[in-house]
């Protein structure tokens, strides 16, 4: 677990980690560089979940070395799907990163949402869902590793 005490904000009890794959930690259907290192440091404190439409059908083959569990979404409604698997952990314990309009509502309803722009871009709705907008994955990721940066941030 991670916990993290925003002035101003309250407490995070962050307990799991959900992931967009592509356009957030792919690009093309190709797991970005050093993005794995990263996610397995953060296993140590965090449940991994990446959920996806798997549009390059890409996923599993690329994320086989990820200690954390993948999730391909079932339905044609990806937003409300996401949106559902993070109300099922306990939303209140969910860190979500994502950058597309399936991505909006499960930001929104995560403790901590992250948006992450990147080489696909985000969503206009998913920017004003989140709680933080970063450039890329590594500074997302970068925020749950050093939560000075997540104090800065957020704090009043």
């Keep these: 677990m991670i916990e993290v005490d925003i002035p101003g904000m309250g407490t995070l009890h962050l307990k799991h980690l959900v992931l967009d794959y592509n356009g957030t930690i792919a690009?093309?259907?190709n797991l970005n560089s050093g993005i794995e290192e990263k996610i397995n440091q953060l296993a140590d404190d965090l449940n991994i979940y990446i959920i996806t439409a798997d549009t390059f059908g890409t996923v599993n083959q690329k994320c086989?070395?990820?200690k954390g569990k993948m999730r391909v979404l079932t339905t044609d409604n990806g937003s409300l799907e996401k949106e559902e698997f993070v109300d099922s952990l306990g939303a209140e314990n969910v860190v979500a990163i994502g950058n597309g309009v399936n991505d909006s509502l499960m930001l929104k309803k995560a403790a901590l949402g992250i948006v992450v722009i990147g080489g696909e871009g985000?969503?206009?709705?998913?920017?004003?869902?989140?709680?933080i907008v970063v450039k890329d994955i590594h500074d997302a990721l970068g925020l749950l590793l050093n939560r000075l940066r997540l104090i800065a941030t957020l704090r009043l």
């Design 122 to 131: 985000a969503a206009q709705k998913t920017i004003k869902e989140a709680d």
């Design 64 to 66: 086989q070395n990820i």
């Design 27 to 29: 690009f093309d259907g």
